[in-house]
């Protein structure tokens, strides 16, 4: 079996693979084609999600371990040791498609249910994060830590509205409610590049409710290496979470 490290190589050589495969992608209107989903009315699904799963699966499934993609969802391997990849291949496919702001590839290593270590791969800078609690973290090979900012009314929240959120009032006034203990309110429409902005002190925490798991895997494993706190709690969904993560000195 390949050692995490061995593993962590080929995850950020598979992100940059990525990578070039969304530079590509952008001048071929056919990758671009999206459309909503009938099942799930507020998710976008494009061509280049499934393009960009199918190059990083292949490169991962010879190692033989259980994935969860955001695309094909579960994919068996061997359970002895705990290890499974966590993988969205696209983050922000709304961003993306309509070239309205950052998106990532994400790809994560946990155990169990513990970050080992996470890669994004943010476009269109095409910067390379990585990190985890017995790594550090790194973007683009230099050191990054969160902020040091410890009240809530002068701190940054990034957050967002994942497809599965149920716009009614309990959960909106609940999601009012906490927004409204901080001092400014982001959108960035992708939760792992949320997540690294907390990592990288840029902002001071990150909340959303009913997320999926393969959002979140590689940005928490990130923001543990900087140096940040999380929890996460079961949501209403399979693979979905109440994700509220932090610089970790906020009162
Ligand atoms: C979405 C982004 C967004 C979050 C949504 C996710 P996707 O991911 O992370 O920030 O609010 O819940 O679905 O669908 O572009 O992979
Ligand atoms: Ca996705």
Known sequence: MASNDELLLLAINTARDALKLLEQAIGKPNSLEY????????????????ELE???LSRLKPVGLPMISEEAGDIKGS???????????LDGTANFVRKL??????????????PVFGVIGEFPSC?????????????????IHVSHFRKRDQ????????????????????????????????MLGAASI????????KADAYIEEDIMIWDVASGLAILEG??????????????????????????
């Open 101 to 114: 702001g950052g998106s990532a590839v994400s790809i994560a290593l946990w155990n169990r249910d513990f």
């Open 226 to 251: 900087a140096g940040g706190k999380y929890k996460i709690i079961p949501g209403q969904h399979l693979y979905s979470y109440f994700v509220e993560a932090t610089n970790g000195n906020l009162e």
């Open 79 to 89: 359970t002895e040791n705990g290890l499974r990849w966590i993988i969205d291949p």
């Open 127 to 143: 910067s390379l994060a990585w990190g985890g609690k017995s790594y550090g973290s790194f973007f683009d090979g230099k050191r």
């Open 35 to 50: 459309t909503f989903l009938e099942v799930l009315p507020k998710e976008i699904k494009a061509n280049i999600d499934l």
């Open 194 to 201: 949320s997540l690294l902005q907390v990592a990288s002190g």
């Open 155 to 186: 701190s940054i929240l990034c957050t967002g509205f994942p497809s599965r959120f149920e716009f009614v009032s309990t959960r909106t006034n609940r999601f009012w409610e906490m927004l409204s203990s901080f001092g400014k309110v982001r």
């Open 54 to 56: 199918a190059l990083i």
